[in-house]
Protein backbone atom coordinates (compact mmCIF):
# COMPACT_ATOMS: atom_id res chain seq x y z
CA UNK A 1 0.00 0.00 0.00
CA UNK A 2 1.75 3.24 -1.02
CA UNK A 3 2.01 6.21 1.64
CA UNK A 4 -0.86 9.15 1.35
CA UNK A 5 0.85 11.35 -0.84
CA UNK A 6 2.47 14.18 0.10
CA UNK A 7 4.68 15.42 2.66
CA UNK A 8 3.92 16.34 6.28
CA UNK A 9 4.70 20.29 7.43
CA UNK A 10 4.38 20.17 11.37
CA UNK A 11 3.08 23.50 13.08
CA UNK A 12 2.84 23.00 16.22
CA UNK A 13 2.47 20.45 19.18
CA UNK A 14 -0.64 20.76 21.87
CA UNK A 15 -2.74 18.65 24.03
CA UNK A 16 -6.06 17.71 22.79
CA UNK A 17 -8.28 20.74 22.48
CA UNK A 18 -12.03 21.29 22.46
CA UNK A 19 -12.70 23.99 19.83
CA UNK A 20 -12.65 23.41 15.78
CA UNK A 21 -10.05 25.54 14.10
CA UNK A 22 -12.18 27.14 11.35
CA UNK A 23 -12.25 25.48 7.95
CA UNK A 24 -11.52 27.70 5.77
CA UNK A 25 -8.05 28.22 7.58
CA UNK A 26 -5.62 27.35 4.98
CA UNK A 27 -1.80 26.64 6.02
CA UNK A 28 1.16 26.90 4.03
CA UNK A 29 1.03 25.90 0.12
CA UNK A 30 -2.90 26.45 0.80
CA UNK A 31 -2.95 23.10 2.55
CA UNK A 32 -5.49 23.16 5.74
CA UNK A 33 -4.33 21.83 8.72
CA UNK A 34 -5.41 19.11 10.04
CA UNK A 35 -4.60 17.42 13.39
CA UNK A 36 -2.51 14.01 14.59
CA UNK A 37 -3.28 12.47 17.64
CA UNK A 38 -0.35 10.63 19.36
CA UNK A 39 -0.89 9.36 22.78
CA UNK A 40 -3.21 11.92 24.12
CA UNK A 41 -1.08 14.75 22.25
CA UNK A 42 -1.55 16.51 18.90
CA UNK A 43 0.11 17.57 16.07
CA UNK A 44 -0.87 20.25 13.91
CA UNK A 45 0.31 19.06 10.63
CA UNK A 46 -0.34 20.10 6.69
CA UNK A 47 -0.27 17.87 3.74
CA UNK A 48 2.50 19.76 1.28
CA UNK A 49 3.40 18.79 -1.95
CA UNK A 50 6.86 16.52 -2.45
CA UNK A 51 7.51 19.29 -5.72
CA UNK A 52 7.68 22.14 -3.25
CA UNK A 53 9.02 20.79 0.27
CA UNK A 54 11.83 17.74 -0.21
CA UNK A 55 15.01 18.62 0.77
CA UNK A 56 15.77 20.47 -2.91
CA UNK A 57 13.05 22.02 -3.90
CA UNK A 58 12.61 23.57 -0.53
CA UNK A 59 16.29 24.70 0.17
CA UNK A 60 15.83 27.34 -3.63
CA UNK A 61 12.68 28.05 -1.84
CA UNK A 62 14.06 29.62 1.31
CA UNK A 63 16.13 31.43 -0.46
CA UNK A 64 13.77 33.74 -2.42
CA UNK A 65 12.22 36.20 -0.10
CA UNK A 66 8.92 36.55 -1.33
CA UNK A 67 7.92 32.18 -0.76
CA UNK A 68 9.72 32.54 2.72
CA UNK A 69 7.55 35.35 3.09
CA UNK A 70 4.57 34.17 1.99
CA UNK A 71 4.91 30.82 3.60
CA UNK A 72 6.01 32.18 7.10
CA UNK A 73 2.86 34.48 7.19
CA UNK A 74 1.00 31.13 6.37
CA UNK A 75 2.65 29.18 8.56
CA UNK A 76 2.03 32.25 11.09
CA UNK A 77 -1.60 32.28 10.32
CA UNK A 78 -2.04 28.73 11.98
CA UNK A 79 0.10 29.69 14.81
CA UNK A 80 -2.34 32.72 16.02
CA UNK A 81 -5.27 30.49 15.19
CA UNK A 82 -4.13 27.75 17.84
CA UNK A 83 -2.93 30.15 20.38
CA UNK A 84 -6.97 31.63 20.69
CA UNK A 85 -8.11 28.28 21.75
CA UNK A 86 -4.85 26.90 23.39
CA UNK A 87 -1.24 26.88 24.45
CA UNK A 88 0.66 25.78 21.17
CA UNK A 89 4.57 24.58 21.44
CA UNK A 90 5.70 26.28 18.34
CA UNK A 91 7.93 24.46 15.78
CA UNK A 92 10.32 26.43 13.40
CA UNK A 93 9.65 26.88 10.09
CA UNK A 94 10.13 24.34 7.78
CA UNK A 95 10.00 21.18 10.27
CA UNK A 96 8.83 18.16 7.25
CA UNK A 97 8.02 14.61 7.71
CA UNK A 98 7.50 11.76 4.88
CA UNK A 99 4.45 10.51 6.52
CA UNK A 100 2.45 10.39 9.22
CA UNK A 101 4.40 7.38 10.75
CA UNK A 102 7.45 9.71 10.48
CA UNK A 103 5.65 12.11 12.72
CA UNK A 104 4.33 9.69 15.67
CA UNK A 105 7.95 8.52 15.78
CA UNK A 106 8.81 11.72 15.93
CA UNK A 107 6.36 12.43 19.10
CA UNK A 108 6.99 9.11 20.27
CA UNK A 109 10.44 10.27 21.27
CA UNK A 110 10.25 13.30 22.34
CA UNK A 111 6.55 12.76 24.22
CA UNK A 112 7.96 13.59 27.36
CA UNK A 113 10.01 16.26 26.55
CA UNK A 114 6.80 18.09 24.94
CA UNK A 115 4.89 17.18 28.01
CA UNK A 116 7.07 18.87 30.17
CA UNK A 117 7.62 22.18 27.98
CA UNK A 118 3.42 22.57 27.61
CA UNK A 119 3.36 22.23 31.30
CA UNK A 120 5.62 24.86 31.05
CA UNK A 121 4.08 27.01 29.01
CA UNK A 122 0.37 26.30 29.64
CA UNK A 123 -1.94 29.82 29.70
CA UNK A 124 0.96 32.26 28.72
CA UNK A 125 2.04 34.03 25.89
CA UNK A 126 5.19 35.89 24.16
CA UNK A 127 5.32 39.73 24.15
CA UNK A 128 8.25 40.95 22.15
CA UNK A 129 9.31 44.79 22.82
CA UNK A 130 12.31 46.21 21.29
CA UNK A 131 13.57 49.83 21.92
CA UNK A 132 14.52 52.53 19.31
CA UNK A 133 16.84 54.80 19.64
CA UNK A 134 15.71 57.82 17.37
CA UNK A 135 18.46 58.65 14.37
CA UNK A 136 20.92 61.22 15.01
CA UNK A 137 19.81 63.01 11.79
CA UNK A 138 16.75 64.24 14.17
CA UNK A 139 18.78 65.73 17.01
CA UNK A 140 18.92 69.47 17.80
CA UNK A 141 19.87 71.60 14.99
CA UNK A 142 23.34 73.21 15.09
CA UNK A 143 24.30 75.92 17.04
CA UNK A 144 24.84 79.23 14.94
CA UNK A 145 27.91 79.02 12.31
CA UNK A 146 31.49 79.41 13.77
CA UNK A 147 33.37 82.68 14.37
CA UNK A 148 37.05 80.51 14.49
CA UNK A 149 38.76 77.20 14.12
CA UNK A 150 38.29 77.10 18.19
CA UNK A 151 34.75 78.35 18.30
CA UNK A 152 34.36 75.30 15.80
CA UNK A 153 36.40 72.86 17.38
CA UNK A 154 34.16 74.08 20.41
CA UNK A 155 31.06 73.43 19.08
CA UNK A 156 32.03 69.59 17.82
CA UNK A 157 33.00 68.64 21.01
CA UNK A 158 29.97 69.65 22.54
CA UNK A 159 28.37 68.12 20.11
CA UNK A 160 30.15 64.42 20.32
CA UNK A 161 29.98 64.90 24.38
CA UNK A 162 26.07 65.93 24.02
CA UNK A 163 25.90 62.51 21.62
CA UNK A 164 27.50 60.43 24.17
CA UNK A 165 25.41 61.39 27.22
CA UNK A 166 22.34 60.52 24.94
CA UNK A 167 23.59 57.38 23.99
CA UNK A 168 24.68 56.83 27.83
CA UNK A 169 21.02 57.40 28.40
CA UNK A 170 19.37 55.74 25.97
CA UNK A 171 21.15 52.55 27.13
CA UNK A 172 20.84 52.47 30.69
CA UNK A 173 17.10 53.37 29.73
CA UNK A 174 16.96 50.07 27.79
CA UNK A 175 18.46 48.03 30.94
CA UNK A 176 16.09 49.81 33.20
CA UNK A 177 13.34 49.00 30.91
CA UNK A 178 14.09 45.26 30.68
CA UNK A 179 14.79 44.87 34.74
CA UNK A 180 11.12 46.55 34.68
CA UNK A 181 9.29 44.24 32.30
CA UNK A 182 11.46 41.21 33.70
CA UNK A 183 9.96 41.64 37.17
CA UNK A 184 6.26 41.90 35.84
CA UNK A 185 7.14 38.51 33.35
CA UNK A 186 7.80 35.03 34.05
CA UNK A 187 10.78 34.73 32.27
CA UNK A 188 12.04 36.99 29.56
CA UNK A 189 14.82 36.26 27.12
CA UNK A 190 17.50 39.26 25.50
CA UNK A 191 17.58 38.83 21.73
CA UNK A 192 20.38 40.45 19.41
CA UNK A 193 19.56 43.50 18.13
CA UNK A 194 17.17 43.42 14.72
CA UNK A 195 18.81 43.55 11.42
CA UNK A 196 18.39 47.13 10.44
CA UNK A 197 18.50 46.26 6.36
CA UNK A 198 15.55 43.55 6.95
CA UNK A 199 13.39 45.65 8.99
CA UNK A 200 14.11 49.10 7.53
CA UNK A 201 13.16 50.38 10.27
CA UNK A 202 15.47 53.61 11.81
CA UNK A 203 17.43 54.22 14.77
CA UNK A 204 19.50 51.91 16.52
CA UNK A 205 17.94 48.81 18.31
CA UNK A 206 18.60 49.09 22.05
CA UNK A 207 16.83 46.33 23.49
CA UNK A 208 15.14 43.61 21.75
CA UNK A 209 13.15 41.37 23.97
CA UNK A 210 11.06 38.75 24.90
CA UNK A 211 8.58 38.27 27.93
CA UNK A 212 6.75 35.22 28.80
CA UNK A 213 3.39 36.08 30.46
CA UNK A 214 0.42 34.65 31.26
CA UNK A 215 -2.65 35.38 29.44
CA UNK A 216 -4.50 36.84 32.54
CA UNK A 217 -1.61 39.04 33.44
CA UNK A 218 -1.08 40.58 29.70
CA UNK A 219 -3.24 43.23 30.11
CA UNK A 220 -1.80 44.37 32.89
CA UNK A 221 1.88 43.73 31.20
CA UNK A 222 0.74 45.84 28.17
CA UNK A 223 -0.28 48.79 30.36
CA UNK A 224 3.29 48.90 31.95
CA UNK A 225 4.55 48.93 28.30
CA UNK A 226 2.25 51.24 27.32
CA UNK A 227 3.42 53.90 30.35
CA UNK A 228 6.95 52.96 29.72
CA UNK A 229 6.68 54.70 26.39
CA UNK A 230 5.76 58.76 27.77
CA UNK A 231 9.21 58.18 29.23
CA UNK A 232 10.91 57.67 26.12
CA UNK A 233 12.23 60.85 24.67
CA UNK A 234 14.20 60.41 21.69
CA UNK A 235 13.50 57.11 21.91
CA UNK A 236 10.99 54.41 20.12
CA UNK A 237 9.48 51.71 22.40
CA UNK A 238 7.25 49.25 20.22
CA UNK A 239 5.33 45.99 21.55
CA UNK A 240 4.51 43.13 19.42
CA UNK A 241 2.43 40.47 20.55
CA UNK A 242 0.95 37.88 21.75
CA UNK A 243 2.76 35.48 20.58
CA UNK A 244 2.91 32.17 20.92
CA UNK A 245 5.84 31.07 23.20
CA UNK A 246 8.53 31.12 20.36
CA UNK A 247 11.68 32.34 22.42
CA UNK A 248 10.48 30.18 25.75
CA UNK A 249 9.98 27.13 23.66
CA UNK A 250 13.90 25.30 24.57
CA UNK A 251 15.62 25.95 28.02
CA UNK A 252 17.57 29.47 27.92
CA UNK A 253 21.57 27.61 27.57
CA UNK A 254 20.54 25.09 24.88
CA UNK A 255 19.65 28.05 22.24
CA UNK A 256 23.06 28.91 20.76
CA UNK A 257 23.14 32.78 19.93
CA UNK A 258 22.59 33.70 15.96
CA UNK B 1 -7.64 38.49 26.16
CA UNK B 2 -5.75 41.68 25.00
CA UNK B 3 -4.36 42.13 21.90
CA UNK B 4 -2.36 45.03 20.69
CA UNK B 5 -2.83 47.12 17.55
CA UNK B 6 -4.24 44.50 14.72
CA UNK B 7 -1.59 46.30 12.14
CA UNK B 8 0.18 43.50 10.47
CA UNK B 9 3.06 42.05 12.10
CA UNK B 10 6.72 43.05 9.98
CA UNK B 11 8.09 40.11 8.47
CA UNK B 12 11.28 40.69 10.09
CA UNK B 13 9.48 40.16 14.11
CA UNK B 14 7.98 36.99 12.48
CA UNK B 15 11.14 35.27 10.43
CA UNK B 16 12.86 36.05 14.04
CA UNK B 17 10.62 34.20 15.74
CA UNK B 18 10.10 31.03 12.89
CA UNK B 19 13.56 30.95 12.13
CA UNK B 20 15.44 30.89 15.16
CA UNK B 21 12.58 30.37 17.95
CA UNK B 22 10.25 27.50 18.19
CA UNK B 23 10.99 24.19 19.41
CA UNK B 24 13.89 22.42 17.77
CA UNK B 25 13.10 19.16 16.03
CA UNK B 26 14.61 17.15 13.46
CA UNK B 27 12.63 16.57 10.41
CA UNK B 28 12.76 13.82 8.03
CA UNK B 29 14.24 16.55 5.51
CA UNK B 30 17.08 17.61 6.99
CA UNK B 31 18.02 21.62 5.98
CA UNK B 32 19.86 24.05 7.87
CA UNK B 33 17.60 27.24 7.33
CA UNK B 34 19.39 30.38 7.08
CA UNK B 35 19.04 33.24 10.09
CA UNK B 36 16.79 36.18 9.85
CA UNK B 37 20.42 37.66 10.08
CA UNK B 38 21.91 36.26 7.29
CA UNK B 39 19.05 37.21 5.02
CA UNK B 40 19.31 40.15 6.06
CA UNK B 41 22.98 39.96 4.73
CA UNK B 42 21.63 38.25 1.15
CA UNK B 43 18.90 40.77 0.82
Redesign the interface.
Known amino acids: MTAQAGLRYVYAVCRPFEAALQSQLTGVAGAPPGLLRHHGLVAVVSKVPEGDFAEEPLRDHLEDLDWLAATARAHQGVIDALTTVTTPLPLGLATVFRDDSGVRVMMEAREADFRHTLDRLEGRVEWGVKLYADPPEQESPPAGKPASGRDYLRQRRNRTHEYEEKRRAAEEFARTLHERLSRRAEDSRLHPPQNAALSGVPGQNLLNAAYLVARADSEEFVELVDRTKDEATGMRVELTGPWAAYSFSEPAQSRESP | ????ERRE?????????????????T?????R?????T?????
Open positions: MTVVVALVDLLDRLLAGGVVIGDITLIASARLGEQA
